[in-house]
């Protein structure tokens, strides 16, 4: 697949309403959702079902539970390497496990889900920069 596919296909989830743990486009989606909805769009099934999670489940845990699962199905990229189409990763605290995803749009914007909003593509801002700690590419990219 090409970078600009996946980009073009998470663009297609803009305006879906944030619904915790969903993964319908137009319906209702979470971050996790997004990407998961993306990598049905692009590669076919799921390799594996999230179990149930919580909107606090990263503080409860204190475990990279969402890194781990990236790193099962997607390949780990150096952020100074990330290009558009690649999946990132953010931690809210330093000491706080990452739970929150995003897709990255161009040099400069990512497309995202978060409670309260619909998907939307907005600035990927310094903010964004220095919560981010992990970044992926989807298996297969050739561009």
């Known amino acids: 697949m090409r970078r600009g596919e996946i980009v073009d296909a998470a663009r297609l989830w803009l305006g879906t309403p944030y619904h915790h743990q969903a993964s319908l486009r137009g319906v209702g989606c979470d971050c996790l959702g997004l990407v998961r ?6 590669c076919g099934d799921e390799p594996e079902t ?13 475990q990279e ?34 739970k929150h995803c995003a897709i ?9 889900a978060h409670d309260g909003a619909a998907v939307a593509e907005v600035a ?9 700690s992990h970044a992926f590419s989807f298996p297969g990219v050739t561009d």
């Open 65 to 98: 539970t969402l890194a781990l699962a990236a790193t099962r199905h997607l390949l780990p990229i150096r952020a100074a390497g990330m290009q558009p189409g690649d999946v990132l990763l953010f931690r809210w605290r330093e000491h706080l496990p990452a």
């Open 50 to 62: 999230p179990p149930p999670y919580s909107p606090s489940w990263a503080e409860s845990l204190l």
């Open 37 to 42: 909805g993306v990598w049905r769009d692009l």
């Open 124 to 132: 990927f801002t310094p903010w964004w920069r220095r919560h981010l």
């Open 104 to 112: 990255l749009a161009g040099p400069d914007r990512i497309i995202h």
